[in-house]
């Protein structure tokens, strides 16, 4: 038995990384095409993620009340400007799903409950604001691969900080009830490994970004990081369920791999440092 546990565990961690790397690569090479190929790839990393959030409620994605959600979604995530159309008002948008979806709790008996249509709301907010900021920092010109790169950068390295730190020296754990395995040094290790990254990025490009902002972005995308994988940790275990869906092996779905991605980007967006 102790042998074919460990069988499995070899096998499982060479499925995670050889989907980690093709999927990376090809992330990767979309990210410096940019244009379109980076766009249509980031609105289908969307709406799968927001399929899955639909799933964890309990609604399959053709449900009319996700369909509503999608089309929220969508609203925010279009690259409208792009595309050389003018973008709705997201004010209206909002406003305009929140109607749908509650007269959806009338239409259906509350066979779709008011709770159930305020978390259809929520993960389009979620979901299509923090998709919609990885667009908006691709387009940034003239330098949007850097600060893209730079932003990834630090969210990856943190998470290696913290994997490998954790192992290594990880003795006080962090957030136990929400996520048992994280540890406080994991933490601090990839809160440095991120700053140190961004550091190497501002002294590479020093004409492009201050070192001061490049290390705060650092911090923020590893604090931030950090806590968007608590949240995401937080519903799956309300939930009752260990990945948010199955589409990389190995590694779960896509809010799985993207729960710190949904965070970072729209703070470093809405603070103003990218």
Same mark, same amino acid.
């Given at each position: 038995?102790?042998?074919?546990?460990?069988?499995? #565990?070899?096998?499982?961690?060479?499925?995670?990384?050889?989907?980690?790397?093709?999927?990376?690569?090809?992330?990767?090479? %979309?990210?410096?095409?940019?244009?379109?190929?980076?766009?249509?790839?980031?609105?289908?990393?969307?709406?799968?993620?927001?399929?899955?959030?639909? *799933?964890?409620?309990?609604?399959?994605?053709?449900?009319?009340?996700?369909?509503?959600?999608?089309?929220?979604?969508?609203?925010?995530?279009?690259?409208?400007?792009?595309?050389?159309? #003018?973008?709705?008002?997201? +004010?209206? #948008?909002?406003?305009?799903?929140?109607?749908?979806?509650?007269?959806?709790?009338?239409?259906?008996?509350?066979?779709?409950?008011?709770?159930?249509?305020?978390? %259809?709301?929520?993960? #389009?907010?979620?979901?299509?604001?923090?998709?919609?900021?990885?667009?908006?920092?691709?387009?940034?010109?003239?330098?949007?691969?850097?600060?893209?790169?730079?932003?990834?950068?630090?969210?990856?390295?943190?998470?290696?900080?913290?994997?490998?730190?954790?192992?290594?020296?990880?003795?006080?754990?962090?957030?136990?009830?929400?996520?048992?395995?994280?540890?406080?040094?994991?933490?601090?290790?990839?809160?440095? %490994?991120?700053?140190?990254?961004?550091?190497?990025?501002? +002294?590479?490009?020093?004409?492009?970004?201050?070192?001061?902002?490049?290390?705060?972005?650092?911090?923020?995308?590893?604090?931030?990081?950090?806590?968007?994988?608590?949240?995401?940790?937080?519903?799956? *275990?309300?939930?009752?369920?260990?990945?948010?869906?199955?589409?990389?092996?190995?590694?779960?779905?896509?809010?799985?791999?993207?729960?710190?991605?949904?965070?970072?980007?729209?703070?470093?967006?809405?603070?103003?440092?990218?």
């Amino acid at each position: 038995m102790a042998a074919y546990s460990l069988y499995w #565990s070899e096998l499982t961690l060479r499925q995670r990384i050889l989907t980690g790397v093709v999927a990376g690569a090809l992330f990767v090479g %979309l990210a410096i095409v940019g244009g379109w190929a980076y766009m249509a790839m980031i609105l289908l990393l969307a709406v799968i993620g927001y399929a899955e959030f639909a *799933r964890m409620i309990g609604y399959a994605w053709h449900h009319p009340a996700a369909l509503a959600g999608f089309a929220g979604l969508l609203l925010l995530v279009f690259p409208w400007s792009q595309a050389g159309l #003018s973008a709705p008002d997201p +004010l209206v #948008s909002l406003w305009l799903l929140m109607f749908v979806l509650l007269s959806i709790t009338v239409v259906t008996r509350n066979r779709v409950a008011v709770d159930q249509a305020a978390l %259809l709301l929520l993960g #389009s907010l979620y979901i299509g604001i923090g998709f919609s900021a990885m667009i908006a920092v691709r387009e940034l010109e003239p330098h949007g691969l850097f600060y893209t790169a730079l932003a990834f950068g630090c969210i990856w390295s943190s998470d290696i900080g913290a994997y490998f730190t954790g192992r290594a020296f990880g003795k006080h754990k962090l957030w136990p009830a929400i996520s048992p395995n994280k540890t406080i040094e994991g933490a601090l290790g990839g809160i440095l %490994l991120a700053v140190a990254v961004a550091l190497v990025c501002a +002294l590479a490009a020093p004409a492009w970004i201050g070192l001061g902002k490049a290390l705060l972005i650092g911090l923020i995308a590893a604090v931030a990081g950090q806590l968007g994988d608590l949240i995401q940790s937080a519903y799956k *275990r309300v939930k009752g369920i260990k990945d948010t869906g199955n589409l990389l092996p190995g590694h779960g779905g896509v809010l799985d791999r993207c729960d710190s991605w949904l965070i970072v980007f729209p703070i470093l967006t809405l603070t103003g440092l990218l």
